[in-house]
Each structure stands twice: as C-alpha cells, then as structure tokens.
C-alpha cells in the first residue's frame, strides 16, 4: 500500500448517523496510507460506535466532551483544531451540516469545527427526503461557498426498509481518494494557478417527456481527469452529464443534462487555460414532443437533429480559447487514424483516442488504453486504470504548459 498519507494528520470528526460504522474502515483506510488520525465522536455517534473501538484503531484516545477535564488537560480543543492537516467528518449528518453552516458550537465537534481554519471535507450522510429538504440544500450552499470540500452522498438503498433515494455515506474508499486529493503530497501541484475545465459523461437527449437518447459512458474517465487536475493544484471546473458518480472533492461541478447544456456550461467556464474534452456528447437530438409518444400508430419517425459540437466550437473561438485543447475520439476501428483526421477537423491541440469496442470494456469500465495524438506524434500507452491516464495526462499537460 503506496503511503499517499505519511505525516498527515486528520481529525475524523464522526457523526451520529447509521453509516458511523463505516468511519472505522475509514480509519483503517487512513491509517494504512500512513495517516494519523484522531477521532472526535459526536453524542448521537456514541449510539452506533464506541469511543473505544475508534481508540483502538487509531491507537489515540476518541475525544467525546467539550468540558473534558482530561481532554483538556492533554490536548484541548483549540489544538485539537489546529495540530491537524485536514478535518474530515464522516458521516456529516444533517444537523452537523446545519450547525456548521450556522456556526453553533454547543459541543465538541461543533466547537472544534468553528475553530479551525483548516480545510474540512464532509461525507453526508441522511435519508433521501432531508438530503433534498431545502433547508439541507441552504446549509450545503451555505458550506460549500465557505470553501468546506464535499464528497458523496451516493444513491443506493437505506437503512431505512424500501427506501431508495441520494443520501448514501460515500465510501471509505472513495472518502480517502478525496482526502489524497485534498492532501497531495508535498511539492507536487504542477497545475498550481492555472484554470481547467473537464467535460465528461454522457448526454441525455430528450425524445418525450420519458425517454431519452444516451450512451454507455460512465463518466469515470472525465472524472479521474477532474480529480487529478485538482491534485495538481488547479482550480477545476467539471461540467458533467448525467453520471452515477459523487462530486470530487475541491472540484466545481456543474450538473447538466443535454449537449446544448454541456456547450453553455463549458462557455460559462471560460477563460480556462486547458479545456479537456471527455464527454461522450450525443451528435444528435430529436424533435422533443410534449406529450408521451403512443403505441398503436406504427412505427414513431424520429427525425435527428445535429447538436453543436463542444469541442470544435471552444477550438474554433477567436477570444478565450483555452492555451491547450484536449480531445477525445472514441471510435471502434481505425482508432489512431480516425482520431488524427478528428483532431485536425475540431483544431484540437491533442486527441486521446481510445476504442470503445465492447469487447475493450473501456466505456463504462475502469481501464482505459489511449493513443496520445499531437500535431508531430502518437504515443501510445498501456493498459491502465482511468485514474493512471488521468494523472499522466495531468503530467504532460503540466509540462507542457511550463514549456509554453
Ligand atoms: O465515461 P467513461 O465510461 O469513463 O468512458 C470514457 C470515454 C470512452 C467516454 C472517453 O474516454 C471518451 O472517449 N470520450 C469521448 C467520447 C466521444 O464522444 O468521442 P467522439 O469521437 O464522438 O468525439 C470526439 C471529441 O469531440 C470528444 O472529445 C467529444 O467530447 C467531443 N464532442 C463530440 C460531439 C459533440 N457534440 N461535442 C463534443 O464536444
């Protein structure tokens, strides 16, 4: 297990909520990545999990009472908020979030939250119906303007029996894949003041008010790309399409639907330094009709309409085109020539070509093989994961800007 972590500090700030549980995988995730971690548990956290078994996985005494003559005495809670790199609260409940978004400090957690000025990431974790309440949806504005990074919740089944919905405690896993990118190792932040906007995901085109067209992409490669941007330093905005993916943490994520969406997002985003182009946009939309298609009147024409292209429309700007432009070409044959023709079609500076065969499992899969297309050069790269493209793409566009 690579140490990402060693000699980071993170206080665990853990919540009262069903999910406390998986805060002690969570500790042993932090600590196996070299962390040290520090827990506090809220009262209502107390009724799920043990200050003794989070004690006994940090190696650290749990701190559970503001007034604690012994806490005190050993640390205190003004260096309990300071002597930390990161303040992680998982799970961050509903009435955590709503008094860090008030500023109330009548225990603990809330006092040691208030007073510090560390960077803090919440994991949240309620039933669907308080995740949507708009009291919930205020306190999350209200934190994420306060620069407090956000990662999850997910959609799955609850605790509660039939339940279904957003509201699921991201995982241990992809809390600590954020926690690295919020504290990546020291010196490494190539991307350091520059501006880099992401697309990825599918698009969804509406037919009728209930169907759609789309495709297979799960967004997970524009994502990695996203996060591996923010790793290096830069301020990130990600324009996704409708994907199954929590938001990564230190990124900005605009949400849209369709490709004409994706275009006044990505317009919106601008100036960048970099715009990298991973979305799988749907070329073409239909008519939408208001009201749902029937049966019974043979087969429905759809007649298609061209949807603009993002890429060549950002490429072809004659104020605020981003210094590097970034393509994908997903294609089934002729992958590397197809994709040379694209990139000089769309006036991309570089095209990622990949092929998206099923038999390659790479849309929607975790792997990802691409061919890096320049104006003088392919290089073609092995078999990887999505995140190990994202971070050498991250690299080469880091040195590239440095050359520039
Ligand atoms: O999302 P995943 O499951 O992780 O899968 C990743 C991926 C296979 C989707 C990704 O690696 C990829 O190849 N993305 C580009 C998919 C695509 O639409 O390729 P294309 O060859 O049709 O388009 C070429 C380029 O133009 C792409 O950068 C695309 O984002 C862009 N484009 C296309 C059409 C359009 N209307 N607007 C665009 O910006």
Excluded at 216 to 228: D, E, F, L, V, Y
Excluded at 312 to 321: D, E, F, H, Q
Excluded at 345 to 350: F, G, L, Y
Excluded at 354 to 377: P, R
Aim: aromatic share 4%.
């Amino acid at each position: 297990m690579a140490a990402m972590l060693e000699n980071k500090r993170i206080l665990l700030v853990i919540g009262g909520g069903i999910a406390a549980y998986k805060a002690l995988d969570l500790i042993r995730r932090l600590k196996e990545r070299g962390a040290t971690v520090r827990c506090i548990l809220t009262k209502a956290a107390q009724e799920f999990i043990t200050p003794l078994a989070t004690g006994a996985l940090t190696g650290e005494r749990a701190f559970t009472d503001l007034f604690d003559a012994q806490g005190e005495f050993d640390v205190g809670h003004i260096r309990l908020a300071r002597e930390t790199d990161l303040i992680v609260v998982a799970p961050a409940t509903a009435d955590l979030m709503a008094k860090m978004a008030g500023g109330h400090a009548d225990d603990l957690a809330s006092t040691v939250l208030l007073a510090s000025d560390k960077q803090i990431l919440i994991a949240p974790a309620m039933n669907p119906r308080m995740w949507e309440h708009p009291a919930t949806r205020r306190n999350l504005a209200q934190l994420t303007a306060d620069g407090v990074a956000v990662i999850g919740p997910n959609e799955g089944d609850m605790a509660e029996r039939g339940e279904r919905g957003i509201g699921r405690m991201a995982e241990p896993l992809e809390i600590t894949a954020a926690v690295e990118e919020l504290l990546p190792s020291a010196g490494a932040k190539p991307l350091a003041g520059r501006r880099v906007v992401v697309t990825a995901g599918p698009t969804h085109e509406p037919i009728d008010p209930v169907r759609y067209l789309a495709n297979h992409s799960s967004g997970k490669q524009g994502h990695a790309i996203a996060r591996a941007a923010a790793a290096a330093g830069a301020e990130v905005i990600l324009v996704s399409g409708p994907v199954n993916l929590p938001d990564p943490a230190g990124v900005k994520t605009m949400k849209v639907t369709t490709a004409r969406e994706m275009l006044a997002a990505v317009e919106k985003a601008l100036p960048a330094d970099v715009a990298i182009f991973a979305a799988a946009v749907a070329d073409w939309r239909t008519e939408e009709t208001k009201q749902k298609i029937k049966k019974g009147n043979g087969s429905p024409k759809l007649s298609l309409v061209e949807n603009p292209d993002i890429l060549a429309t950002v490429a072809a700007r004659k104020s605020k085109r981003p210094k590097l432009v970034v393509g994908f070409a997903a294609e089934t044959d002729n992958v590397v020539g197809y994709a040379k023709d694209k990139r000089v079609r769309k006036n991309s500076d570089w095209i990622l070509a990949n092929d998206v065969s099923t038999q390659t499992g790479i849309m929607g899969g975790d792997h990802n093989k691409v061919h890096l297309i320049t104006a003088n050069d392919v290089e073609s790269w092995p078999d990887q994961s999505k995140d190990e493209v994202a971070r050498a793409l991250v690299a080469r566009i880091a040195a590239a800007l440095a050359k520039a």
